[in-house]
């Protein structure tokens, strides 16, 4: 039974409701795949995407879930609304609620945004992305995919790979990572590496090779580009010659590893063209796995109205 | 948890077994052969006993026929009035259900909700020819307008009563039995 109001990150959540909303996904994913991608069981029910930030992919994928489980969908780009305006983010969710809304899903530049939303308004809150500190329908994804892939996320040997610093789907991939039993590495650049990072209980590594010996999956980052002028790295080929992962690279890990990356990817620079389109990624599929976890999560936190159990 | 009496048992092994065999025999007869025809168990008791029919017509046509499984819990017609969101099951058909004679099979047929759920998630899937229904036990009290092709055993009860199918697979023991529900707020 999954009793949260809201989805806020992975680091409150026990390795039982992580596993609840993997289960819950898979009979999502059947939907998804056949000809009639639509069930009727959020008829009535309305979710707001709240978007601070630019993004595509995670949007879109909440917008398709909910309209697969028929409930009506709202995209607000906060560049296009009353935000520039001045309204208060209190305000905006007052708002909504207002309107009938159930389910607001956001995304903001600030780290904790959706916890505080959430406090202040009796809709439910889904965390899409906040600031450098969570991205859990991301990583959520990311350990469905390594399930489906691997049969099971204990004892793997996961390799997170680039940008940790900034990286929320890092820090949430940590999180669902540690408390489901696997063994983390995280590799990057010295200045892109959060100090006390191994307080998480993580493996630190620098070099590249070393961090994929014997790996069982490679999670690879986006670096993001604005980086390089703060910075954090010289060149984006230096990057690349660094901590690029290549075909010859990928040799070192176990001979079924798998490649996961969240996308958008930037090819030639973290990941070769070849790597992202070869026999390990999973990349594409992580995509579809998207839809099916936040259809899972739409569907797990709209339950909840009179006290009842079914009965025959 | 709901406090309850066991009242009375009104099927056994020996008895499940034979009104199985007996809908086996009617199913074949009623479509001429088995030539179309894909069964498909409703979770979670329906599962054991569409895997049963098809053993027992491979037993008397000498044919196998494709069995699926489906589970309706996105389509039922109550879930804003649970109180937590029901468990999630896969749905496994493993043929293309379009133009076949489609047997659903279920324990007990009581109102007639989870049926209608059970109809509306097949269209969802596939466009069959025809659809039949199969049940162990039919306790009446309908709701909607949806009637058996096939009864196991028909047995009139009380809105407080509970029909319960125990089968070995599951319940370690083949039986139908009558529950009393003693909560006097019902």
């Known amino acids: 039974m999954f009793k949260r109001k809201d989805l806020l990150g992975l680091a409150e959540l026990t390795p039982e409701e992580i596993n609840f909303i993997l289960d819950t996904a898979r009979p999502m994913k059947q939907i998804i795949l056949r000809d009639i991608k639509k069930v009727p069981t959020l008829r009535g029910k309305s979710v707001v995407n709240l978007f601070y930030e630019p993004s595509t992919r995670t949007r879109t994928s909440f917008e398709l879930a909910a309209k697969y489980m028929s409930a009506d969908s709202v995209n607000i780009a906060a560049s296009t609304s009353s935000v520039v305006k001045g309204e208060s983010l209190t305000d905006t969710g007052i708002t909504l609620t207002s309107m009938g809304c159930d389910i607001v899903v956001i995304r903001h530049r600030e780290s904790g945004a959706p916890a505080f939303l959430a406090r202040n308004i009796p809709a439910r809150v889904i965390n899409a992305g906040d600031g450098t500190h969570e991205h859990p329908t991301q990583a959520l994804l990311d350990l469905f995919t390594m399930r489906e892939k691997k049969g099971g996320i204990k004892g793997l040997t996961v390799t997170i790979l680039g940008d940790i610093l900034f990286s929320r789907v890092a820090r949430s991939n940590i999180w669902g990572l540690t408390k489901l039993g696997a063994k983390v590495r995280v590799c990057g650049p010295t200045t892109l590496m959060p100090r006390q990072i191994e307080e998480l209980g993580v493996e630190v590594y620098h070099n590249i090779d070393e961090a994929l010996k014997d790996a069982d999956v490679i999670n690879v980052l986006r670096i993001q580009l604005e980086r390089q002028d703060k910075g954090y790295f010289p060149t984006t080929r230096e990057y690349s010659r660094l901590f690029g992962l290549t075909k010859e690279r990928l040799e070192k890990a176990k001979p079924d590893v798998l490649v996961l990356h969240p996308g958008p990817m930037n090819r030639g620079i973290e990941i070769a063209p070849e790597v992202a389109d070869g026999l390990h990624s999973a990349i594409n599929e992580q995509v579809t796995n998207g839809v099916a976890v936040r259809m899972a999560l739409l569907y797990l936190l709209t339950g909840g109205g009179a006290i009842g159990e079914a009965v025959n | ?186």
């Open chain 2, 1 to 186: 948890m709901v406090p309850m009496i066991e009242k009375a048992q009104i099927m056994d092994e020996d008895g499940m077994r034979r009104a199985l065999t007996r809908i086996a025999h009617e199913i074949i007869e009623k479509n001429k052969g088995v030539d179309n025809i894909c069964l498909v168990g409703i979770r979670t008791r329906g599962i054991p006993l569409a895997e049963r029919l098809v053993k027992k017509v491979l037993e008397i046509e000498g044919k196998s026929i494709p069995i699926g499984v489906i589970d309706i819990t996105l389509y039922r017609d109550d879930l804003t009035t649970l109180s937590y969101h029901p468990v999630l099951h896969n749905t496994d058909l493993p043929i293309d259900i379009t133009g076949k004679t489609v047997v659903l099979v279920d324990d007990v047929l009581y109102t007639g909700r989870t049926t209608r759920a059970a109809l509306d998630a097949i269209f969802d899937i596939g466009r069959p020819a025809s659809i039949q229904l199969a049940v162990l036990v039919d306790r009446g009290h309908r709701e909607l307008p949806i009637r058996p092709d096939y009864v196991g055993k028909n047995v009139p009860s009380s809105r407080k009563e509970i029909v319960a199918v125990h089968v070995k697979e599951t319940d370690g023991e083949d039986k139908v039995i009558i529950n009393e529900n003693t909560d006097a707020t019902l």
